[in-house]
């Protein structure tokens, strides 16, 4: 089921996430419905308080052309992140539209739970790097304007309660 994208501002964008503690169906649910909103949106992540749901969950998919690769991380946590940077414009389901150049560690290495309660590790480079990051923001309360001066992200925000009036009106 395709759920609907919440829109910043929204005070459930900003609040921290509470850790998933046992796996349930509707974890199961939640996360199959989390990829098949990402895939329609189309993203190349999300996480679950994009959705209204106040859970550590996240997926995503980096894979631009060649089969999927859809993950699921549940509970992640970073344990090694690079000392270079790499700068990439960003974008945000939650913010449409808005791009801006945000630095962050080039490499990090994530620990998480699969959807079967196993442990995972891997190190992410790239556009993985960069999403698994951004994702875990969400988890935190925290979005890609948080890095932003005040002038820019205030611009934005004001742009984003402009489009969520138009929404509400019907255009
Ligand atoms: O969290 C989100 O809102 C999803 C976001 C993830 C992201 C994008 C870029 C850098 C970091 C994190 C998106 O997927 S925005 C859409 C997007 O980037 C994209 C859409 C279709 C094809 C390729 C990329
Ligand atoms: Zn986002």
Not at 33 to 53: H, I, K
Not at 147 to 168: C, F, S, V
Request: overall charge negative.
């Amino acid at each position: 089921m395709i759920r609907p994208i919440l829109i910043h501002p929204d005070p459930r964008l900003k609040k921290p996430c509470a850790p998933v503690t046992d796996i349930t169906d509707e974890v199961k649910r939640l996360a199959a419905d989390m990829l098949e909103t990402m895939y329609d949106a189309p993203g190349v992540g999300l996480a679950a308080p994009q959705v209204g749901v106040n859970k550590r969950v996240l997926v995503m998919d980096c894979i631009k052309d060649g089969p999927p690769e859809p993950m699921v991380l549940i509970n992640p946590e970073t344990v090694w992140a690079s000392e270079d940077v790499s700068t990439y414009e960003e974008g945000c389901l939650s913010i449409p539209e808005q791009y801006a150049e945000v630095k962050r560690p080039a490499a990090v290495t994530v620990r998480w739970t699969d959807l079967d309660g196993a442990p995972q590790e891997r190190t992410f480079e790239g556009l993985w790097a960069t999403c698994v990051q951004h994702e875990m923001d969400h988890l935190d309360g925290k979005l890609f304007i948080d890095y932003l001066g005040p002038l820019k992200r205030q611009m934005i925000t004001r742009k984003m309660e402009k489009l969520k009036r138009e929404r509400a009106r019907g255009f």
